[in-house]
Antibody, heavy 119, light 110 residues
């Protein structure tokens, strides 16, 4: 199993960012993909998950309305778009595969994508 | 502020055992909620070391063990090694609720 994320991004406040996560080594549609971020000096924060099989998403209450999670099953790629960026969104963003088909713990992670929000 | 509380730091000498606690409310960790633990070293992706409260993934050292009782979960690392030095996070899952991470605990191997 491998999750490979897109490269680092630098964005201005108010802009949007879209991070990709290409999966391999397992049946992509079987397990949810989650997004987790870590701001500098802070802990891990769960952003949301998408059940790849039917596209159903659940985002954290804190980010609801600003984050969109999608997948492209033809390329086994998941995407996370975050809108209306502020400096507080500067963080390393990870995708992570759920261990169970309904969710649960995260058994494989991408390498992380640094998103820097700066004017 | 996280709904799961962990000590900010713990330390131990090589060969010793340490335990990291993770305490939450009944709506965050008790009953049917499942707890997992992650090891996170700087510059690396987090690594799952315990899932479903007490289970250890394939390939994770038997020195790692998990426990949960009521609203408190714990991670014990026995026979501490230098390579265990990292940040450790507990995480709680429930059906159709937000996933919650603890604030993280920095483990120092003296």
């Amino acid at each position: 199993v491998q999750l490979v994320q897109s490269g680092a991004e630098v964005k201005k406040p108010g802009a949007s960012v879209k991070v990709s996560c290409k999966a391999s080594g397992y049946t992509f549609t079987t397990y949810p993909i989650n997004w987790v971020r870590q701001a500098p000096g802070q802990g891990l924060e769960w952003m949301g998950r998408i059940r790849v099989s039917h596209g159903m998403t659940k985002s954290s209450q804190r980010l609801q309305g600003r984050v969109t999670m999608t997948t492209d099953t033809s390329t086994n790629t998941a995407y996370m778009e975050l809108r209306s960026l502020t400096s507080d969104d500067t963080a390393v963003y990870y995708c992570a595969k759920s261990r169970g088909v309904m969710g649960g713990s995260f058994d494989f992670w991408g390498q992380g994508t640094l998103v820097t929000v700066s004017s | 502020q996280s709904a799961l509380t962990q000590p900010a730091s713990v330390s131990g000498s090589p060969g010793q055992s340490i335990t990291i606690s993770c305490t939450g409310t009944s709506s965050a960790i008790g009953g049917s909620y499942l707890v997992s633990w992650y090891q996170h070293s700087p510059g690396k992706a987090p690594k799952l070391v315990i899932y479903d409260d007490i289970k250890r993934p394939s390939g994770v050292s038997v020195r790692f063990s998990g426990f949960k009782s009521g609203n408190t979960a714990s991670l014990t690392i026995s026979g501490l090694q230098a390579e265990d030095e990292a940040d450790y996070y507990c995480c709680s899952f429930g059906v159709n609720i937000d996933v919650i991470f603890g604030g993280g605990t920095k483990l120092t191997v003296l």
